[in-house]
């Protein structure tokens, strides 16, 4: 792990590699709240925590801009609190609140922030990217320079919209950042037993567009590699193709039994937390010591607790709206 | 007024919309070079360019959640689908993601898109190009549903479409394409309005699309045997207009319901569900359906004759009913 210009240890560079280890962290903490509301019954339905891939989304979304725009998956939790998204509007839609973002229609899974061009959770493997092929089609139709940034996982890699959007998305020379945060299964399905190519980016070099492979544990590898694709991806260059290796250490979903891995395995991969990692490479550097670490934890702390505050404040959509939202205006039945 | 084919008229407001909004734009199969797989765009290409009639790859699910994003991202997509049984290839994006982002984001997002695809049998072409499946996307909250008869429809109703805050489906049936007609009507066209075809006091004959024509023949031929049939065309099937249905059925008394699509689980079903809720007491006679043969539409012409409703059908279905 290097940081970038590592001549330089500027107050500034300090600055920003904390606030990467501040956000990776108020993701993991916000997670485990998460999962512990989950057995509490707080929060209902499917729960897909992303810890142990908090280095892709914080790492990816530095290099975005406010007018950029973000499609992502149902595991999500983690691109929406680094694109900005507030912990408590989320953990207020986890509850089923109506001062959650998603006003308690979506839940877990279908996050939204059009405001923060944060265009939601998509639960249906794939699903996301033609719409974020049609979201970059309209910013390179009103030549805006935005970017759409697609996240998705390596399951999405054998469905036909993968291909189909690629190829449409390479064809018209469209902004779009693919970001395929392989964790290597596919819910239980490991990839070795659903791909013929394990090597995901090689299938993105076969549409004609430019792809890497970038180690997804390491948070400054992920945010120079994003910032150099986003750049060429501005320049009008067409799409660029990131596929972030990664893991997921808990569960697909908060009722999987794990059969189909071994212990060992997630043990191995827990020896690259990406958020122990970057710690080690802060200190390494005089970045870092256990007072700064201590005031970012209990920071991050308030954090989650104020989210958990706002989701137990909030108050349940009254049943009488059930059907608003359905249709612009009156519902048509 | 001006006369000219369905054709003409889809492609007209489509030419007008084009050139009064620079957000407005076409895609999918074959729709610039080649003109559209039914001409329907036959020189669009030329007057607006390939921005803006754009050719698309083999791949409905992308390009229609392709239109899903830009109409997210502030254009105004009309997708092409060249026929409604390729539009199963898309239905994920038409119903997980169209139909649902409204709801699902709280009201934050909206999707203005128009989707265009042609519906129906009558071309001898067989199980994989003649179903009549609009009731399967009737049945789909968050998204809207038209089915122009008429050449001032075809027009009316695209216009009107392209005014509508959400994704509007129209379905175009492709028997159509080269009928003429009056292409003006009622401008702007009101979305979700049924229209009164032809007057009468014995029977309701209710249809939409395709269906539209032989219903109407069928009610001259009563007319010669003395029956007067009142002709309903919904033009809409989500949102339906059951105001006039029941309107019709307080001086008609009976009712009988048209459509090319199977009787099981079909709109008629649905249409014949709403008369017995909201206009039961106005009925002297069950409602009755004619609908499709229950079978894959067969290619050879007189099984396909048969397989589709027939004006001596109807004609039939009312003389039992009266």
């Not at chain 1, 509301?37 to 280095?55: C, D, Q, V």
């Not at chain 1, 190519?197 to 792809?211: E, R, W």
């Not at chain 2, 050719?55 to 997708?79: K, N, W, Y």
């Amino acid at each position: 792990m290097s940081i970038h210009r590592t001549a330089a240890k500027s107050s500034n560079e300090r600055e920003h590699a904390l606030s990467l280890l501040r956000q990776m962290l108020l993701i993991r903490r916000f997670e485990e709240k998460a999962a512990e509301l989950y057995s509490a019954g707080k929060i209902r339905g499917f729960l897909h925590l992303y810890i142990g891939e908090e280095a892709v989304a914080v790492g990816a979304m530095q290099a975005l801009t406010p007018e950029d725009a973000v499609v992502a998956t149902y595991r999500e939790h983690g691109q929406a609190l680094a694109r900005g998204l507030p912990a408590g509007k989320i953990m207020a839609e986890m509850y089923g609140k109506a001062n959650g973002c998603s006003r308690g229609r979506g839940g877990s899974m279908h996050l939204f922030d059009a405001g923060r061009r944060f265009f939601g959770g998509y639960a249906i493997v794939a699903g996301g990217l033609p719409v974020a092929v049609g979201l970059a089609l309209a910013d390179k139709m009103l030549e805006r320079q935005a970017v759409t940034a697609c996240f998705f996982g390596d399951g999405a890699v054998a469905e036909g919209e993968f291909h189909e959007s690629l190829n449409l998305a390479a064809l018209w020379r469209l902004p779009v950042l693919f970001l395929c945060e392989n964790n290597l299964y596919a819910m239980g399905t490991a990839l070795e037993r659903s791909e013929s190519q394990t090597d995901i980016h090689l299938k993105a070099q076969n549409y004609n567009i430019a792809a890497e492979a970038v180690d997804g544990m390491d948070v400054l590898a992920v945010e120079a590699a994003t910032q150099r694709a986003v750049a060429q991806v501005r320049r009008g260059d067409g799409p660029y193709f990131l596929e972030l290796r990664t893991y997921r250490y808990r569960a697909h979903s908060m009722s999987d039994p794990e059969l189909y891995r071994s212990k060992e395995e997630v043990a191995q991969w827990r020896g690259r937390d990406p958020i122990a990692l970057f710690d080690a490479c802060l200190r390494g550097r005089d970045m870092l010591d256990d007072a700064a670490m201590k005031a970012i934890e209990t920071d991050v702390a308030n954090d989650v607790d104020w989210a958990v505050a706002e989701a137990e404040k909030g108050a349940w959509e009254p049943v009488a709206d059930l059907e608003r939202d359905v249709y612009a205006g009156a519902a048509a039945a | 007024m001006a006369k000219m084919t369905y054709r003409e008229a889809v492609r007209d407001a489509m030419r007008e919309a084009m050139r009064a909004d620079p957000l407005v734009f076409l895609m999918g199969e074959d729709v610039g070079k080649y003109g559209g797989a039914f001409a329907v765009s036959h020189g669009l290409l030329e007057e607006f360019g390939p921005q803006r009639i754009r050719d698309t790859p083999l791949s409905e699910s992308t390009f229609v959640g392709a239109g899903i994003g830009a109409a997210l991202g502030g254009m105004r997509p009309i997708v092409e689908i060249m026929t409604i049984n390729f539009s199963l290839l898309a239905l994920d994006q038409i119903v997980n993601n169209a139909a649902t982002l409204r709801h699902m984001s709280g009201g934050q997002l909206g999707v203005p898109l128009v989707i265009r695809m042609a519906t129906g049998g009558g071309r001898q072409l067989a199980a994989q190009h003649s179903h009549s499946l609009e009731g399967w996307y009737a049945h789909i909250p968050g998204i809207k549903v038209a089915t122009p008869a008429t050449v001032a429809d075809a027009r009316g109703l695209l216009l009107a479409a392209l005014q509508e805050p959400d994704p509007v489906i129209l379905f175009e049936h492709a028997t159509l394409y080269s009928q003429e007609g009056e292409s003006e009507d009622e401008t702007p066209m009101q979305f979700g309005r049924a229209a009164l075809r032809r007057p009468g006091k014995d029977v309701s004959l209710i249809t939409y699309g395709g269906a539209l024509g032989k219903t109407m023949n069928a009610a001259t031929q009563l007319a010669e045997q003395g029956v007067e049939a009142e002709v309903i065309d919904l033009r809409s099937l989500r949102p339906l207009d059951t105001e006039t249905i029941f309107a019709s059925l307080a001086h008609t008394h009976r009712a009988v319901i048209i459509e090319e699509a199977w009787k099981s689980g079909g709109f008629a079903a649905e249409v014949s569900a709403r008369i017995m809720e909201g206009a039961f007491d106005a009925l002297d006679a069950p409602v009755a359906r004619v609908c499709g043969a229950e079978v894959p539409m067969p290619y050879a012409q007189p099984l396909e004759r048969a397989a589709l409703p027939q004006p001596e059908d109807i004609v039939k279905a009312v003389q039992e009913l009266i």
